[in-house]
């Protein structure tokens, strides 16, 4: 997995940590020896996991417990991590909405926005000019496979993604000058809560401990990582596609895969 500490610093920040692929990046971070910054909004869960890490592994854990859909969710954890340098970012926590735009609540909408968007942009750009300025970072933007076509029934939740997938791999480009390196990580279906909050069925999923372990393996590496071959597959044949027929091949996926 290599030595994390010395290529990014000491502490990483992860949003989203309380469960599923967040709470595994955060296994697997304390496991190589970073301290951990936890940001969810079920505190019991990030404390537990916080004594959890601390008593294996020796690390400092810290956590944040607040909605990322609050307009003013960031002077909190400035606050909180003044005094150490956040070395990686990660921009994990997100949830989607199915059914209907017209149908669903604007208020929800607008709350998947602010979490899925709205608080990566604005963390990414707080610590990511530290990290340039220090000529040393690293940030992984979780997006997803749903990132790469429109999926109508989920169609807020796809262009949300694919706005993560395209400021990721955009400012990739942008940091490379700087050391400072970025990992989009577009997972397909994974066993976590995900699907319970969206009120679907999964079908077949990974688990986050090889999703998780597939972007740490591939941060510095590449700019974008697609965990699992059948991803893979999903994601890439919509290159060759008229993008009319790619949203048809979304429409099939949503009705067939991960029906409600
Ligand atoms: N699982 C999949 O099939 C899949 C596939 C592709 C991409 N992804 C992406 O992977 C990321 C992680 O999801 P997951 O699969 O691990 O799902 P999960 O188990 O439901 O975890 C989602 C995390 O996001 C946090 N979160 C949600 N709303 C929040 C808010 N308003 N403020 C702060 N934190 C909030 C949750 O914590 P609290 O509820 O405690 O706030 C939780 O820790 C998401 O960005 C998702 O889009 C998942």
């Known amino acids: 997995m290599g030595d994390f500490a010395s290529r990014y610093g000491a502490w990483a920040l992860i949003t989203g940590s309380s ?3 967040g709470e595994e990046f955060a296994r697997q971070l304390a496991k190589a020896g970073l301290s951990l ?4 909004r079920r505190k019991k869960r990030l404390k537990k996991l916080a004594a959890l890490l601390e008593n294996d592994h020796g690390v400092q854990v810290r956590v944040a417990p607040m909605d990322l859909a609050a307009d003013s969710f960031l002077p909190a954890i400035v606050s909180l991590t003044e005094d150490i340098e956040i070395g990686l ?13 017209l149908d669903n609540q604007e208020a929800r909408e607008l709350e998947m926005l602010y979490v ?3 608080a990566p942009l604005i963390l990414t750009k707080k610590f990511g000019s530290k990290m340039a300025k220090r000529r040393k970072g690293g940030i992984i933007m979780v997006s997803s496979i749903a990132g790469f076509g429109a999926m109508p029934q989920w169609t807020h939740y796809a262009a949300t993604k694919a706005y993560s997938l395209l400021l990721g ?3 990739a480009h942008e940091l490379q000058k700087f050391g400072v390196d970025v ?9 976590t809560e995900f699907h319970q909050v969206a009120g679907v069925h999964g079908g077949k999923s990974m688990s986050p ?3 998780v372990a597939a972007a740490l393996r591939n ?3 590449k700019t974008t990582h697609i965990p699992g071959f059948h991803n893979l597959l999903l994601a890439s044949t919509g290159r060759f596609l008229p993008r009319r027929l790619n949203t048809k091949k979304g429409a099939f996926i949503v009705n067939h895969l991960c029906n409600r």
């Open 183 to 191: 990992l989009t990580l577009c997972p397909g279906s994974t066993s």
């Open 37 to 40: 910054v936890l940001v969810a």
């Open 19 to 21: 469960s599923g692929i």
């Open 209 to 211: 401990v090889a999703v």
């Open 169 to 171: 791999e955009g400012l």
């Open 89 to 101: 970012l990660v921009n994990n926590a997100g949830f989607a909405i199915t059914g209907a735009l």
């Open 116 to 118: 899925n968007c709205r």
């Open 219 to 221: 941060l510095g590496k």
